[in-house]
């Protein structure tokens, strides 16, 4: 194994590694590069934020543009750990970051913010570009297989096995979703091995498979002819309530070949994981017609249908069609259908089984992860000095909105200035 030292020019100024090209590690180099530091980015794709630019796919969502109190209530539990970071780099910091790089955003409809031009490829490609300038160095396929007995960072890199010894090192591993873009969670061992109680990786923002339905197999799941016919079908506009999580919203999700996806889903994923981790599955109910009210649900069922079949009569009184009119009878036992009462309920409150998320490597991100309680302020390991994290490798989650990308952001921010603080303090800076 060959120890090279990255402290290759005669600067003395301090070598900082960060290892995870994400939002998260790009953040922690820029902060540090600005602040006069030697900067190693080390990743093991071929590129750097892979996740970031498929996350602009279907339109970059980079922050969100309700009040600063709502928005840090989206980090649920880790709010009071965030909310520092989030306060000093939050979603108004991070549009004004944007526009410095030359990508101006807009606000959309619910709040969300966008680049103008919905990408994340102009905004990385202006980053980086700021980065090299700054002195940043990329080492790309470079991959982290943790410490040698002598304390410096092993590398799997192209020319074999390498150390390097740093001053410090922020890891910005992110979580354990999506894995053929990089982050693989396979650092919670690396961690554990140094005695840092790693929370486990689980879904986020996921989508969930069926239980047992009326029509579907006894082992649970959709019925062939569900499956066949709909998945991949739109559900809207509809309700989902979760009752026991005090959940009750109006939106749309998809049908899947085992289940359930989309975004009015990972608005629920973290409670309905939580209940069927304590309870073996989850029951929430959907509202097919959310824009009516219950008692003209059940005059328009009641209303005499002479001799038209059910199907006839629920898609010309009430418009239900498709795949909303395929859930009536995947989920509803043939009696209920029959009883007008039975079915006009349903149609406001129609139950749905959920045996379990999907897995982790589909989810949009991960709960679990490095917990708070392991860092200090500054987000530097306790057990570890010198070793900063940040990202979505931290223990916290949030649901969709752009409230993922920000606490990248800002975390990652937080650890490049906790390294700074870190140098400052034990005279190395
Ligand atoms: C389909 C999809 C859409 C999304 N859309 C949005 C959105 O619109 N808005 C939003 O806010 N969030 C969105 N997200 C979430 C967001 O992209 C992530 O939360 C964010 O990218 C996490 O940033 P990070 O820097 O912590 O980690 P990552 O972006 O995952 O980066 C981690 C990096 O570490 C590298 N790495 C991992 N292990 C090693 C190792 N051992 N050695 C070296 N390198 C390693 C990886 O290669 C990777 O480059 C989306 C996610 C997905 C999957």
Redesign the pocket.
């Given at each position: 194994m060959a120890m090279q030292a990255p402290l290759t020019n005669t600067s003395t100024a301090p070598s900082v590694a960060v290892?995870?090209?994400?939002?998260?590690?790009l953040m922690a180099a820029e902060t540090l590069a600005e602040a006069g530091c030697r900067v190693d980015v080390?990743?093991?794709?071929p590129s750097?934020?892979?996740?970031?630019l498929?996350?602009g796919?279907?339109?970059?969502?980079?922050t969100h543009a309700e009040g600063i109190e709502a928005f840090l209530a989206r980090y649920g539990a880790r709010r009071g750990a965030l909310e520092p970071m989030l306060r000093s780099f939050g979603p108004e910091s991070l549009r004004a970051w944007a526009a410095g790089l030359g990508i101006q955003t807009f606000v959309g409809t619910s709040g969300r913010v966008f680049p103008r031009d919905l990408k994340a490829a102009p905004l990385l490609r202006a980053w980086l570009h700021r980065l090299r300038v700054a002195g940043v160095r990329f080492h790309m396929r470079?991959?982290?297989l943790g410490w040698s007995t002598d304390g410096a960072l092993r590398f799997a890199a192209p020319q074999g096995e390498l150390a390097i010894g740093p001053v410090a090192v922020v890891l910005?591993?992110?979580?354990g979703?999506?894995v053929r873009?990089?982050?693989?969670g396979?650092?919670v061992p690396l961690l554990e091995g140094r005695g840092v109680l790693v929370a486990p990786l689980v879904p986020s923002n996921c989508g969930f498979d069926v239980g047992r339905t009326a029509a579907g197999p006894a082992a649970g799941g959709w019925s062939e002819h569900l499956r066949s016919r709909f998945a991949g079908a739109p559900l809207k506009p509809v309700a989902l309530r979760f009752d026991e999580a005090g959940f009750a919203r109006q939106g749309e999700f998809v049908v899947t070949e085992s289940g359930i996806e989309g975004s009015l889903v990972y608005a629920a994923s973290a409670a309905i994981r939580d209940a069927i981790a304590a309870k073996g599955e989850a029951r929430v109910e959907l509202d097919l017609l959310p824009g009516r009210d219950a008692a003209s649900v059940l005059r328009e069922v009641m209303h005499a249908r002479g001799p038209r079949s059910l199907a006839t009569h629920l898609k010309s009184r009430l418009g239900i069609t498709g795949v909303k009119a395929a859930l009536l009878h995947e989920l509803l036992p043939r009696d209920a259908l029959n009883d007008g009462v039975r079915l006009a309920a349903a149609l406001k409150a129609l139950p749905l089984r959920l045996a379990r998320p999907r897995p982790l490597d589909e989810a949009?991100?991960s709960a679990g992860g490095v917990p708070f309680e392991a860092l200090d302020a500054g987000l530097m390991l306790r057990a570890l000095p010198g070793v900063f994290c940040?990202?979505?490798?931290l223990d916290w989650e949030a649901p969709?909105g752009?409230?993922?990308?920000?606490a990248?952001f800002a975390t990652?921010r937080a650890a490049g200035q906790g390294v700074l603080a870190w140098l400052a303090s034990t005279h190395k800076a």
């Amino acid at each position: 194994m060959a120890m090279q030292a990255p402290l290759t020019n005669t600067s003395t100024a301090p070598s900082v590694a960060v290892v995870g090209g994400g939002p998260a590690g790009l953040m922690a180099a820029e902060t540090l590069a600005e602040a006069g530091c030697r900067v190693d980015v080390y990743d093991a794709m071929p590129s750097v934020g892979r996740k970031f630019l498929l996350a602009g796919k279907g339109g970059l969502n980079l922050t969100h543009a309700e009040g600063i109190e709502a928005f840090l209530a989206r980090y649920g539990a880790r709010r009071g750990a965030l909310e520092p970071m989030l306060r000093s780099f939050g979603p108004e910091s991070l549009r004004a970051w944007a526009a410095g790089l030359g990508i101006q955003t807009f606000v959309g409809t619910s709040g969300r913010v966008f680049p103008r031009d919905l990408k994340a490829a102009p905004l990385l490609r202006a980053w980086l570009h700021r980065l090299r300038v700054a002195g940043v160095r990329f080492h790309m396929r470079h991959r982290w297989l943790g410490w040698s007995t002598d304390g410096a960072l092993r590398f799997a890199a192209p020319q074999g096995e390498l150390a390097i010894g740093p001053v410090a090192v922020v890891l910005a591993l992110g979580g354990g979703s999506w894995v053929r873009l990089g982050s693989d969670g396979a650092w919670v061992p690396l961690l554990e091995g140094r005695g840092v109680l790693v929370a486990p990786l689980v879904p986020s923002n996921c989508g969930f498979d069926v239980g047992r339905t009326a029509a579907g197999p006894a082992a649970g799941g959709w019925s062939e002819h569900l499956r066949s016919r709909f998945a991949g079908a739109p559900l809207k506009p509809v309700a989902l309530r979760f009752d026991e999580a005090g959940f009750a919203r109006q939106g749309e999700f998809v049908v899947t070949e085992s289940g359930i996806e989309g975004s009015l889903v990972y608005a629920a994923s973290a409670a309905i994981r939580d209940a069927i981790a304590a309870k073996g599955e989850a029951r929430v109910e959907l509202d097919l017609l959310p824009g009516r009210d219950a008692a003209s649900v059940l005059r328009e069922v009641m209303h005499a249908r002479g001799p038209r079949s059910l199907a006839t009569h629920l898609k010309s009184r009430l418009g239900i069609t498709g795949v909303k009119a395929a859930l009536l009878h995947e989920l509803l036992p043939r009696d209920a259908l029959n009883d007008g009462v039975r079915l006009a309920a349903a149609l406001k409150a129609l139950p749905l089984r959920l045996a379990r998320p999907r897995p982790l490597d589909e989810a949009i991100s991960s709960a679990g992860g490095v917990p708070f309680e392991a860092l200090d302020a500054g987000l530097m390991l306790r057990a570890l000095p010198g070793v900063f994290c940040a990202g979505e490798m931290l223990d916290w989650e949030a649901p969709t909105g752009g409230y993922l990308l920000t606490a990248c952001f800002a975390t990652g921010r937080a650890a490049g200035q906790g390294v700074l603080a870190w140098l400052a303090s034990t005279h190395k800076a």
